[in-house]
C-alpha cells in the first residue's frame, strides 16, 4: 500500500467532465478522491470528514462563493489543508491566494495535478 493511498483530495469543479477527468486520473493515481461541484458541496464534505488532505478547487464556480473564497474559508477552518486553485479564465493576485496555496492555470496535464499534490505532500 502506497502513502498516496492514505490522501484523500477533495474536487471542487462545476463543469461535470473536468471533475469527472480529474477525479478519474487522481483514483488511477492513488488517491482518494471526493467530488463537488460547488463550494457549498465541498464546505458539506469537509465538516464530515476529517481525512481530507488537498483542496482542488476551480475559481470561477456558481453558488454562494468561488473558488478564492472557499479556499480562504478552508484557510481558516481546517489549516492542514492544502490547496491547489486552477482557473482558465484568471490568475489571482499572489495577495488573492491563501497562504501556502498553488495555482495550476487551465487546461491543466493530469500528470501536473498529481505532481503538485505529491510536492505539496513532501
Known sequence: MTTQSLVT???VEDEAFLLFAIAD?????GYDVLEASNADQAIRLLEARQDIAILFT???????MDGLR???AVRDRWP????????????PARDAMPSGGV???KPYAPAAVAATIQGLLD
Not at 58 to 64: L, T, V
Open 103 to 105: 495555482f495550476l492555470p
Open 25 to 29: 486520473e487522481l483514483r488511477e493515481a
Open 80 to 91: 492542514p489543508v492544502k490547496i491547489i486553485i486552477t482557473s482558465g479564465k484568471q490568475q
Open 58 to 64: 476551480d475559481i470561477d464556480m456558481p453558488g454562494s
Open 70 to 72: 472557499l479556499s480562504a
Open 9 to 11: 483530495v477533495l474536487v
